[in-house]
C-alpha cells in the first residue's frame, strides 16, 4: 500500500520537488496551494509519469478556516495522510516598523497557525493508527534572530520549537517529527522577500537538493535536518552559541542590507 503524502505550497520551489520527490517512489499526493494552475499542471504531470494519484486542494492557507477545510475535504475524499509536509510559508525584507502590518500578520497567520492547525488536525489520526511522518519546513533562521526580516526569523523560531516539542511527546509511538531547516534556496522565496540581492542568496542551494535532504531526513525519523548551507556558513552556525549576541545581529543584519 502506498503512502499518502499532503503537501502545503506544493505549487513551486521546495514544495513541488517534494511532490516529485513523493511520486517518484509510487506515493500519491493531497497537493494544496492558492494557484489552481500550477496544481493542476503538477498534478497531471506526476499522474502522466508515475501513475500516481493527486488530489488538488485550492486554498489560502493564511485565512482562518482553510486548515480545517484542506481536513475536511480529505476526509470527504476518504483520504488518509501518511505523511505531513508543512511547506507553505513566506518572508518579507525591511524594518519592522515601516512594514505593512497587514502582511506580516499574513505571513504569522501562513508560517505559524497554519501550520499548527493541520498538524492539530491530521496528528490524532496518525497516533490513533500508531504510524505517521510529519515534516515542517522551518530554516537556520530559526535558530537566531533576524533584523530586517525580524517577523520571518520569529516565525520559523516557533517552528522548529513547536516540531521538537510534540516529536519528544510522540516519543512512546512510531509517529516521528521533523524540522526541515534550509539555508538560502533558489525558489520563489528570494524574490517575493526581497532577500535575492543580498549578500546571503550569492550562491543559493538548489529546491531539489534541500527537498530530497528534507524527505530522506523524515523518512528516517530525525529530529532535525539542515540543508542548503555553504561550509562556511555550516561553521557559522556553529559559531553562534560564542558568539556575543550583539555582534551576531550586527553581522545578520549586514548579511541582509541591500548593496
Same mark, same amino acid.
Given at each position: 500500500?502506498?503512502?499518502?503524502?499532503l503537501?502545503t505550497?506544493?505549487?513551486?520551489?521546495?514544495?513541488?520537488?517534494?511532490a516529485?520527490?513523493?511520486?517518484?517512489?509510487?506515493?500519491?499526493?493531497?497537493? +494544496?496551494?492558492?494557484?489552481?494552475?500550477?496544481?493542476?499542471?503538477?498534478?497531471?504531470?506526476?499522474?502522466?509519469?508515475y501513475?500516481?494519484?493527486? /488530489?488538488?486542494?485550492?486554498?489560502? $492557507?493564511?485565512?482562518?478556516?482553510?486548515?480545517?477545510e484542506?481536513?475536511?475535504a480529505?476526509?470527504?475524499?476518504? +483520504?488518509?495522510?501518511?505523511? /505531513?509536509?508543512?511547506?507553505? #510559508?513566506?518572508?518579507? *525584507?525591511?524594518?519592522?516598523?515601516?512594514?505593512?502590518?497587514? &502582511?506580516?500578520?499574513?505571513?504569522?497567520n501562513?508560517?505559524?497557525?497554519?501550520?499548527?492547525?493541520l498538524?492539530?488536525?491530521? $496528528?490524532?489520526?496518525?497516533?490513533? *493508527?500508531? +504510524?505517521?511522518?510529519?515534516?515542517?519546513?522551518?530554516?537556520?533562521?530559526?535558530?537566531?534572530?533576524? %533584523?530586517?526580516?525580524?517577523?520571518y =526569523?520569529?516565525?520559523?523560531?516557533?517552528?522548529?520549537?513547536?516540531?521538537?516539542?510534540?516529536?519528544?511527546?510522540?516519543?512512546?509511538?512510531?509517529v516521528?517529527?521533523?524540522?526541515?531547516? %534550509?539555508?538560502? &534556496?533558489?525558489?520563489?522565496?528570494?524574490?517575493?522577500? #526581497?532577500?535575492?540581492?543580498?549578500? $546571503?542568496?550569492?550562491?543559493?542551494?538548489?529546491?531539489?537538493?534541500?527537498?530530497?535532504?528534507?524527505?530522506?531526513?523524515?523518512?528516517?525519523?530525525?529530529?532535525?535536518?539542515?540543508?542548503?548551507?555553504? =561550509?562556511?556558513?555550516?561553521?557559522?552556525? *556553529?559559531?553562534?552559541?560564542?558568539? %556575543?549576541?550583539? +555582534?551576531?545581529?550586527?553581522?545578520? *543584519?549586514?548579511?541582509?542590507?541591500?548593496?
Open positions: 500500500m502506498q503512502k499518502v503524502a503537501i505550497g506544493a505549487s513551486s520551489g521546495i514544495g513541488k520537488e517534494l516529485q520527490i513523493h511520486a517518484e517512489k509510487g506515493g500519491d499526493l493531497v497537493i +494544496v496551494a492558492r494557484r489552481a494552475d500550477k496544481l493542476n499542471a503538477l498534478k497531471a504531470d506526476l499522474e502522466k509519469q501513475g500516481v494519484r493527486v /488530489l488538488v486542494l485550492v486554498k489560502d $492557507l493564511a485565512q482562518p478556516a482553510a486548515a480545517q484542506v481536513y475536511d480529505t476526509q470527504a475524499a476518504g +483520504v488518509t495522510v501518511d505523511y /505531513l509536509i508543512n511547506n507553505a #510559508g513566506f518572508g518579507g *525584507r525591511g524594518k519592522f516598523h515601516e512594514r505593512d502590518w497587514a &502582511t506580516d500578520l499574513t505571513m504569522i501562513l508560517n505559524i497557525v497554519a501550520l499548527t492547525a498538524t492539530r488536525f491530521f $496528528l490524532p489520526g496518525m497516533v490513533q *493508527r500508531n +504510524v505517521g511522518k510529519i515534516l515542517n519546513v522551518s530554516s537556520t533562521a530559526s535558530l537566531l534572530p533576524g %533584523p530586517l526580516q525580524a517577523v =526569523f520569529a516565525t520559523k523560531a516557533y517552528v522548529t520549537s513547536f516540531s521538537n516539542a510534540i516529536a519528544e511527546e510522540l516519543h512512546d509511538t512510531q516521528t517529527v521533523t524540522a526541515l531547516l %534550509p539555508g538560502a &534556496t533558489e525558489t520563489e522565496f528570494a524574490q517575493t522577500s #526581497g532577500m535575492d540581492k543580498t549578500e $546571503l542568496f550569492k550562491h543559493p542551494f538548489s529546491a531539489r537538493e534541500v527537498a530530497q535532504t528534507g524527505y530522506d531526513g523524515m523518512l528516517a525519523g530525525k529530529l532535525d535536518v539542515m540543508a542548503g548551507l555553504t =561550509f562556511g556558513q555550516r561553521m557559522m552556525m *556553529r559559531t553562534i552559541p560564542l558568539t %556575543p549576541k550583539k +555582534v551576531l545581529l550586527q553581522q545578520i *543584519r549586514k548579511m541582509q542590507e541591500l548593496p
